[in-house]
């Protein structure tokens, strides 16, 4: 009985820690994917992931004023609307970008992980809802970080386009375009996810790399285009406003 016991604990790996996955994602990310199929913890990243949220917002609160001013440039010169007439709300507005971070993480951790497991379902994964949340928020650990890495250089160039994002490559497109949006969104922090939540899903889910970047670029290409189509909606209200002659 002894010997049985100790075969099976020889067969079951030791379930990695926190630091020590946190470490993995970046230098052995097939060993933690590994652990998460097996393990898959929720709580500590999602922690982990707020806080840090918490903190680049705060970090980033000059820069969010930026684009605020940028939109309220743009909106009084195409359309002769201020839309920070009458009060100041920019302030506002990045302190409850703080406030709110944590749940911003929240609804975009259970959005996406729910449409991966959907992917997963269509592709004949057996990942499970719960090793999907695991992968998704350890994930967002990698990402969260590089983001605070990126925001110090945002101050120092005293933009709010990410070093990391494509358009910091166009320097005079603006927040009108969808196709500028597009690569607003669109940068390397992203598409270094999207690659590593691949090789996860090809692990959990016991299935083919292909089947796995197949699911990863579809959630990433359909996020792009609804991140886009958010930040061009407020012109594209006004341009039905002023086709209509309500302005």
């Avoid at 005079?172 to 996810?193: C, D, Q, V």
Wanted: net charge neutral; with cysteine; hydrophobic share 50%.
């Amino acid at each position: 009985m002894e010997s049985l016991n100790s075969q099976v604990s020889q067969q079951q790996p030791n379930e990695m820690g926190f630091i020590e996955k946190l470490i993995g994602i970046f230098v052995n990310p097939v060993k933690v994917f590994k652990d998460i199929k097996n393990n898959p913890k929720i709580l500590m990243p999602f922690i982990f992931v707020s806080i840090l949220t918490i903190i680049v917002a705060y970090i980033s609160m000059p820069l969010t004023e930026l684009t605020q001013e940028k939109l309220s440039m743009l909106t009084l010169e195409r359309y002769g609307v201020d839309l920070m007439q009458e009060q100041d709300t920019s302030g506002a507005i990045s302190r409850w970008s703080i406030l709110l971070a944590p749940v911003g993480v929240l609804v975009g951790w259970l959005i996406g992980s729910f449409f991966l497991w959907i992917m997963c379902k269509i592709l004949r994964g057996k990942a499970n809802m719960k090793q999907v949340l695991s992968l998704n928020i350890h994930v967002m650990m990698l990402t969260t970080i590089g983001t605070l890495i990126a925001a110090p250089f945002g101050l120092f160039l005293n933009t709010d386009v990410s070093v990391f994002s494509l358009a910091i490559l166009f320097p005079n497109g603006t927040m009108e375009s969808f196709g500028y949006n597009m690569l607003y969104t669109l940068n390397l922090l992203g598409i270094w996810g999207t690659i590593i939540t691949a090789m996860g899903l090809a692990v959990i889910n016991e299935f083919s790399n292909t089947k796995g970047y197949i699911a990863s670029i579809i959630i990433y290409v359909l996020s792009i285009l609804l991140a886009a189509a958010s930040l061009t909606s407020t012109f594209w209200m006004y341009d039905f406003m002023q086709n209509q002659g309500m302005l």
